[in-house]
């Protein structure tokens, strides 16, 4: 054999080895796997091979803290629940004070309830149905660490607080008996089988609220939406039969909690319109009903305390409330918005709110005083995540209400701050290349710009039309002053999607949209290629261009439409992402599509082929994010079509420009990626109810020695 031929064996033998390495460290993310692809790096430079080996280590989820809050509950031995509106479930050691995920196969829905059994190992969720089909129960045994579904399309759950074997559950009404009706199941073996009630004088559509007298556990009541005021239900021997009490006047029934300390006593929150509730209490187990409060704006939830008769909780869209007593005033204890509130039945003056997006609050002195308790609680949706270039420590994310900033590459965030009063999701951030003080964010309606690196914002630009949206940002990386920023029009009856350029900082915009003849069109993403600023790349939505990639190589003067361009038709939502890669002076351009991969162009966008090989494919496969780095690119994918399991589909990475991927999701979690951003040792992956996850990226090269 020939010296070349020699050397070509003992590279492909190599580079195969390493291969398998990179692939076993990535899956299993150990000690043991990376000291085998470190010790076959070694093996790969005595034997003279020149070898490029990429390394990364595992997912760090560091923030930031807080998230979208549904559900709270409280377990015999002090352990606390709290469910997101994105389907997460975690769980706070009362020792430490730190929340840990829990439940990772539930399915990505919001958690409307949960239920500790007196076996703090047994736990029951119950998430909000999507689907007449799909399940909405769920049970664990071993204290959340696995989820088995016990039941599907259930609207409303009560557990029987003297007996936690016996269940109930208000299922949507798909087939008779009877016709139409809301239909009651129960379980006397927690939860793992279940039996229709025959439910005689039921006539509710759809049974959204249930509630068992503790004191009479046989009593139940059933509430929901109606349009002749006949919205609560009572039975009095487990749900055989019901009758309709007394009608007041409300349409839709929030939710029915009964005084544990008083017997016959209820109360009733129900929805009267425009956002307001009233409060009816009754002290005859629902016979007749008296007004406690009306026309309050945004009452989502309230709770009695146990340890204190008459005393109430109430959280909302205005914060959270008390009432001490009948006929007592309400008092506001937090102006933060929240969707549950918990009082701990064992400990005095201790509650717990639930809010929207920050997290839980807890107040041990019945209201007076609260604070965040949020530790290790990274449950937040994050739409952006930007690196600072000058200053690759700093990182900037966008979250449903705000922007966060993290100095320490991600592994701790600052605290929200909002861009406006009435705060939006913020979509996406651009940071100075030579400056990381000065920061560019855009939510749906307006770009806004901080010069303190986030600490206060001002407002740049606000858009003319109501029914079109701010879709993307780009900053020029040789001229930070040039900004330019993408429309996306309404597709029935808005104005079509533009794209406006400022070269002033954002004192002025001048439209630089291409000439469409055919219109809508909706341009939803940008980017510039670093090696010729002038050159610019928009994913565009055309009914009758179809989705496509438009082109400016004069900054913004004249475009070109690539859709001809491209190896076939896109579907669905087109072009979905749009990375360059500008390493050694030549510019590769890459574009995520919705059903079919990623497309790569070596000329500037004039041909394009699909690059595939390691990638999951599918229809309803959407690439939600591209970036590039050192000649890495990286990928995420969504399912929109998943329903049972979880849309997120990971990040996937290549070092060969895309010829070959392989997935780098592990430890990841399952939550969908939104953004990827890449720092000089670092990818960020912002989350949709996960945070930022960061993880370390390191490049380690092999060269073949002098003698080959």
Not at 126 to 142: E, G, W
Not at 165 to 187: D, H
């Amino acid at each position: 054999m020939s010296r070349s031929g020699d050397f070509n064996l003992k590279r492909g033998l190599a580079a195969e080895i390493v291969t398998h390495a990179a692939h076993a460290c990535s899956a299993r993310n150990n000690v043991a796997a990376a000291s085998k692809l470190f010790s076959l790096a070694i093996f790969c430079l005595l034997w003279g091979i020149t070898t490029s080996v990429a390394l990364a280590g595992s997912w760090h989820a560091g923030g930031p803290e807080g998230g979208n809050i549904t559900a709270l509950a409280i377990s015999p031995d002090g352990k606390l629940f709290a469910g997101t509106k994105e389907g997460q479930l975690f769980r706070r050691d009362p020792a430490t004070g730190q929340w840990s995920v829990v439940g990772d196969n539930l399915r990505p829905t919001p958690v409307q309830q949960i239920f500790v059994s007196p076996d703090p190992n047994r736990l029951f969720v119950r998430l909000l149905p999507d689907s007449a089909s799909y399940d909405t129960v769920f049970r664990t045994s071993d204290a959340g660490r696995s989820f088995l579904p016990r039941l599907a399309s259930a609207y409303n759950l009560a557990l029987d607080p003297t007996n936690p074997a016996v269940l109930y559950a208000a299922i949507y009404p798909t087939s008779a008996p009877p016709p139409g009706f809301a239909i009651i199941q129960k379980s006397v073996d927690a939860g793992i089988t279940w039996q229709q009630l025959a439910g005689s004088g039921l006539t509710l559509f759809q049974a959204t609220v249930m509630a068992i007298d503790p004191r009479h556990p046989q009593n139940l009541y059933a509430g929901g939406s109606v349009s002749d005021g006949q919205a609560i239900f009572r039975s009095v021997d487990g749900g055989t039969t019901w009758s309709a009490l007394p009608a007041i006047p409300f349409l839709d029934v929030i939710k029915i909690v009964v005084d544990p300390n008083t017997d016959g006593m209820i109360y009733a929150l129900v929805l009267t319109g425009n956002l307001n509730v009233n409060l009816y209490a009754s002290n005859d187990a629902g016979l007749s009903w008296s007004t406690v409060m009306t026309s309050v704006f945004g009452f989502k939830d309230f709770a009695l305390d146990p340890m204190h008769s008459g005393r109430a909780f109430f959280v909302g869209t205005e914060g959270t409330f008390r009432v001490d007593g009948p006929g007592g005033s309400l008092q506001k204890l937090d102006s933060r918005a929240g969707n549950t509130i918990l009082v701990d039945p064992t400990t005095p003056d201790v509650v717990y709110s639930g809010l929207a997006d920050r997290g839980v609050l807890e107040s041990v002195d019945a209201g007076v005083t609260w604070h965040s308790v949020n530790d290790g609680l990274v449950g937040r949706v994050i739409h952006t995540v930007a690196v600072a270039p000058s200053e690759p420590a700093v990182v900037f994310g966008g979250g449903d209400l705000g922007v966060f900033k993290s100095q320490d590459k991600g592994q701790t965030w600052g605290d929200l701050v909002t861009l406006r009063s009435s705060p939006l999701p913020v979509a996406h951030i651009a940071v100075d290349p030579t400056n990381s003080n000065s920061v560019y964010a855009q939510d749906q309606l307006g770009l806004f710009h901080s010069a303190d690196g986030g600490q206060h914002w001002t407002g740049l630009f606000e858009k003319s039309s109501p029914t079109s949206r701010l879709s993307d940002l780009a900053l020029d990386p040789a001229h930070p002053a040039t900004i330019w920023v993408a429309f996306y029009g309404d597709p029935f009856d808005g104005p079509s999607g533009t794209i406006y350029k400022s070269t002033d900082g954002g004192a002025t915009f001048k439209d630089v949209k291409p000439s469409l003849t055919h219109l809508p069109s909706f341009f939803t993403h940008l980017t510039i290629d670093p090696n010729d600023p002038s050159t610019l790349y928009s994913g565009v939505i055309s009914g009758v261009y179809g989705p496509t990639v438009f082109r400016t190589r004069d900054g913004g003067t004249t475009w070109q439409d690539l859709s001809d361009r491209l190896p076939f038709p896109i579907l669905g939502n087109g072009v979905t992402a749009l990375a360059v890669d500008s390493r050694r002076g030549s510019s590769i351009v890459f574009a995520g599509t919705d059903g079919r991969g990623v497309l790569r162009s070596a000329d500037h966008g004039d041909s394009w082929q699909a690059i595939n090989n390691g990638l999951p494919t599918g229809t309803y496969l959407e690439v939600t994010a591209l970036t590039s780095i050192g000649g890495r690119l990286f990928a995420s994918f969504d399912d929109r079509n998943a329903a049972e399991t979880h849309p997120g589909m990971g990040v996937f990475e290549s070092t060969d420009g895309g010829d070959t991927w392989i997935a780098v999701q592990d430890n990841l979690g399952r939550d969908p990626v939104s953004a990827l951003a890449a720092g000089s040792d670092r990818l960020y992956a912002a989350t949709v109810g996960g945070g930022v996850a960061t993880m370390e990226l390191i490049l380690s090269s092999r060269r073949r020695s002098a003698g080959h």
